[in-house]
């Protein structure tokens, strides 16, 4: 179905390693996954998983403590781990763009949202004043905000949740990227408003052919918004299939199966909900040990073995409380 | 995080959220207002210079010709006050201004680059900083000699540093906020972050202070024309007159500093006021 499609992102063997109180601990460790161009790949995991770590990975905006210490990410056949940024540099916001999780911090408070729209757009183009308020008004229909003529010179303060996230993604497309990278951009939404956002997202995706990563813990968000999956835990990826619909019918890690049937189904038996007793143990307390290689399920459709979950800690709630 | 939900019918809050019952603003910008209309249209306000010496009348009280009296030189007391704040009160103004500019430039760049930079920049300031204020300025005076533009040049070379401290601690804490990230993944120069996205966040606390800083440059320099440094005789200032008028003070004669001294208490009172008034008006809303 997509081995045609060209890959617009490629991460191989991505290593994160984070030094924290002067010890490096592995973060993240044999990362690998492509998005191809068109496409949207669902990066689900717990808080903790790394899934935001590799965004920011890709967008470097690492925090201080934490490097990349090997793989590669090339976006249109380029390493942006390379040159020294430079590349990313000239590609991020026209090539690449990206919505936060919280659209109420990743806002200036004291910007009108048309300027913060088109800042990125002015800063890549020759757009005067006049025009670039304009195209900001163009926009903000597009992502679907009514009366953008007067809501152009408005505060973020002076604007809902879910009105605040469709200017981020405004600024997003602002530029008309490739790639949109998502860090769970609706889970600071209502559910209503969370329903719009993900339609949003679908329109956008017909109309403007661009690609999505899309990090959350919301597997039903994924389900409902994108083509391939990748499941992550504990810094590595579990499950990944380029084809979503054999992860969700067939899982074939018991943690994907784990995942999968912690959520609730309307249609399904009336059962006591299995959820996850334990989460992933956190950094400093993980195995140091290297990933371990996946295993191809079939062609687009790999897992990791078993044993790396440690899927004792994982089920077994009876010595714990 | 608060959410100010402002009444989008009134046309006031719809300005930058502008506080329309702010009392102490309005009584600062009163009080400001009339001292600087006396200052610029002193000549309108007396008839006699502030340097006529009127030997024959000297140290009057009151009276229907000069209306706070004279002097021990018979000069006119209320139009010395007059013009008095007008060197006083511009001088003051313009000392803010360059350290102003150049700490918050300072400040911002430190603060959102930190590194070397910062650290250098941060030592300078340790080192300025651990000179006794009024030393350092009256060193300076004194190397620099007597005049307007020395006192000027002696507050800018100190006071820029408050500045960069408070651009830079506020630079510091809105470098991590999220919006800043959202800029730098934009692909947004960082001198375009700096001067559209840091500073109109910072600047807020450089304004307040510079509020306050006027009222402490009015101090420094009454306090050194008080010493006898800085602005020259004959040009009329308030440091100046405290100072000549102590000696009569035994003598009864205490409106000669007494006067001059509530000149430089009400100015004072009012920029304050102004300063606190623009803290709250400035706060960013989010």
Same mark, same amino acid.
């Given at each position: =179905? =997509?081995s045609?499609?060209?890959?617009?992102?490629?991460?191989?063997?991505?290593?994160?390693?984070?030094?924290?109180?002067?010890?490096?601990?592995?973060?993240i460790?044999?990362?690998?996954f492509?998005?191809a161009?068109?496409?949207?790949?669902?990066?689900?995991?717990?808080?903790?998983?790394?899934?935001?770590?590799?965004?920011?990975?890709i967008?470097?905006?690492?925090?201080?403590?934490?490097?990349?210490?090997?793989?590669?990410?090339?976006?249109?056949?380029?390493?942006l @781990?390379a040159?020294?940024?430079?590349?990313r540099?000239?590609?991020?916001?026209?090539?690449?763009? =990206?919505?936060?999780?919280?659209?109420?911090?990743?806002?200036?408070?004291?910007?009108?949202?048309?300027? *913060?729209?088109?800042?990125?757009?002015?800063?890549?183009?020759?757009?005067?004043?006049?025009?670039?308020?304009?195209?900001?008004?163009?926009?903000?229909d597009?992502?679907?905000?009514?009366?953008?003529?007067?809501?152009?010179?408005?505060?973020?303060?002076q604007?809902?949740?879910?009105?605040?996230?469709?200017?981020?993604?405004?600024?997003?497309?602002?530029c008309?990227?490739?790639l949109?990278?998502?860090?769970?951009p609706?889970?600071?939404?209502?559910?209503?408003i969370q329903?719009? &956002?993900?339609?949003?997202?679908?329109?956008?995706?017909?109309?403007?052919?661009?690609? @999505?990563?899309?990090?959350?813990?919301?597997?039903?968000?994924?389900?409902?918004?994108?083509?391939? &999956?990748?499941?992550?835990?504990?810094?590595?990826?579990?499950?990944?299939a380029?084809?979503?619909?054999?992860?969700?019918?067939?899982?074939?890690?018991?943690y994907?199966?784990?995942?999968?049937s912690?959520?609730?189904?309307?249609?399904?038996?009336?059962?006591? @909900?299995?959820?996850?007793?334990?989460?992933?143990?956190?950094?400093?307390?993980?195995?140091?040990?290297?990933?371990?290689?996946?295993? *191809?399920?079939?062609?687009?459709?790999?897992?990791?073995?078993?044993?790396?979950?440690?899927?004792?800690?994982?089920?077994?709630?009876?010595?714990?409380? | =995080?608060?959410?100010?939900?402002?009444?989008?019918?009134?046309? %006031?809050?719809?300005?930058?959220? %502008?506080?329309?019952?702010?009392?102490?603003?309005?009584?600062?910008?009163?009080?400001?207002?009339?001292?600087?209309?006396?200052?610029?249209?002193?000549?309108?306000?007396?008839?006699?210079?502030?340097?006529?010496?009127?030997?024959?009348?000297?140290l009057?009280?009151?009276?229907?010709?000069?209306?706070?009296?004279?002097?021990?030189?018979?000069?006119?007391?209320?139009?010395r006050?007059?013009?008095?704040?007008?060197?006083?009160?511009?001088l003051?103004?313009?000392?803010?201004?360059?350290?102003?500019?150049?700490?918050?430039?300072?400040?911002?760049?430190?603060?959102y680059f930190?590194?070397?930079?910062?650290?250098?920049?941060?030592?300078?300031?340790?080192?300025?900083?651990?000179?006794?204020?009024?030393?350092?300025?009256i060193?300076?005076?004194?190397?620099?000699?007597?005049?307007?533009?020395?006192?000027?040049?002696?507050?800018?070379?100190?006071?820029?540093?408050?500045?960069?401290?408070?651009?830079?601690?506020?630079?510091?804490?809105?470098?991590?906020?999220?919006?800043?990230?959202?800029?730098?993944?934009?692909?947004?120069?960082?001198?375009?972050?700096i001067?559209r996205?840091?500073?109109?966040?910072?600047?807020?606390?450089?304004?307040?202070?510079?509020?306050?800083?006027?009222?402490?440059?009015?101090g420094?320099?009454?306090?050194?024309?008080?010493?006898? @440094?800085?602005?020259?005789?004959?040009?009329?200032?308030?440091?100046?007159?405290?100072?000549?008028?102590?000696?009569?003070?035994?003598?009864?004669?205490?409106?000669?500093?007494?006067?001059?001294?509530?000149?430089?208490?009400?100015?004072?009172?009012?920029?304050?006021?102004?300063?606190?008034?623009?803290?709250?008006?400035?706060?960013?809303?989010?």
């Amino acid at each position: =179905m =997509m081995s045609a499609a060209v890959n617009i992102l490629e991460v191989a063997n991505l290593q994160i390693v984070a030094r924290i109180a002067g010890r490096d601990y592995i973060a993240i460790d044999n990362v690998s996954f492509n998005v191809a161009a068109g496409h949207a790949r669902g990066l689900v995991g717990e808080s903790g998983s790394g899934k935001s770590l590799t965004l920011r990975a890709i967008m470097g905006l690492l925090p201080s403590n934490v490097r990349v210490t090997s793989g590669s990410i090339i976006f249109r056949g380029t390493d942006l @781990l390379a040159d020294k940024g430079k590349y990313r540099k000239s590609v991020l916001g026209t090539g690449i763009s =990206m919505v936060f999780q919280e659209p109420s911090v990743a806002l200036n408070p004291v910007m009108k949202i048309g300027k *913060q729209i088109t800042d990125s757009l002015v800063e890549h183009s020759d757009l005067n004043r006049r025009q670039a308020r304009e195209r900001a008004i163009d926009l903000m229909d597009q992502v679907g905000i009514r009366d953008p003529q007067k809501r152009v010179d408005d505060f973020p303060f002076q604007l809902s949740g879910g009105m605040k996230q469709r200017v981020m993604i405004a600024a997003a497309i602002a530029c008309g990227p490739e790639l949109i990278l998502c860090d769970e951009p609706t889970t600071a939404l209502d559910v209503t408003i969370q329903a719009q &956002i993900i339609d949003l997202f679908k329109k956008l995706r017909s109309e403007l052919k661009v690609s @999505l990563l899309y990090v959350t813990h919301d597997i039903g968000v994924v389900a409902e918004l994108c083509d391939a &999956i990748s499941v992550m835990y504990s810094g590595r990826i579990v499950e990944q299939a380029d084809d979503i619909n054999k992860v969700f019918s067939h899982p074939k890690h018991p943690y994907t199966q784990a995942l999968l049937s912690a959520i609730p189904r309307i249609d399904g038996p009336i059962e006591r @909900l299995k959820g996850l007793e334990n989460t992933a143990p956190s950094l400093t307390h993980r195995s140091q040990e290297l990933a371990p290689p996946m295993t *191809q399920v079939e062609p687009g459709w790999e897992i990791a073995p078993f044993e790396f979950a440690d899927l004792d800690q994982l089920w077994s709630s009876a010595n714990h409380d | =995080m608060s959410t100010v939900i402002s009444p989008s019918h009134n046309i %006031f809050t719809r300005i930058k959220g %502008f506080r329309v019952n702010n009392f102490r603003l309005y009584l600062g910008l009163f009080i400001i207002v009339v001292v600087i209309a006396m200052a610029f249209f002193a000549s309108y306000l007396t008839k006699f210079s502030p340097i006529q010496q009127d030997l024959v009348n000297t140290l009057q009280g009151g009276s229907a010709k000069h209306f706070l009296g004279t002097d021990n030189l018979g000069r006119d007391i209320w139009s010395r006050l007059l013009y008095g704040g007008r060197t006083d009160l511009f001088l003051a103004s313009a000392a803010v201004l360059a350290p102003f500019i150049i700490g918050t430039f300072i400040g911002a760049i430190c603060g959102y680059f930190s590194g070397w930079i910062d650290t250098l920049v941060m030592r300078i300031a340790d080192v300025v900083v651990a000179f006794p204020f009024y030393v350092l300025v009256i060193s300076l005076v004194f190397i620099l000699g007597n005049g307007v533009s020395s006192i000027f040049i002696a507050i800018s070379i100190v006071s820029w540093v408050s500045y960069a401290r408070i651009v830079r601690g506020e630079t510091m804490i809105v470098r991590s906020k999220e919006f800043i990230e959202a800029a730098q993944t934009g692909g947004i120069s960082n001198r375009k972050i700096i001067t559209r996205h840091v500073l109109p966040n910072v600047i807020t606390q450089a304004v307040v202070y510079a509020m306050s800083d006027i009222v402490l440059n009015i101090g420094v320099i009454v306090t050194l024309s008080y010493f006898g @440094l800085g602005i020259v005789p004959p040009t009329p200032d308030w440091g100046r007159m405290i100072a000549e008028g102590q000696q009569f003070l035994a003598g009864g004669y205490y409106y000669l500093t007494v006067l001059p001294a509530v000149a430089v208490i009400i100015s004072s009172l009012g920029l304050s006021f102004i300063g606190d008034g623009l803290a709250v008006v400035l706060r960013v809303k989010r």
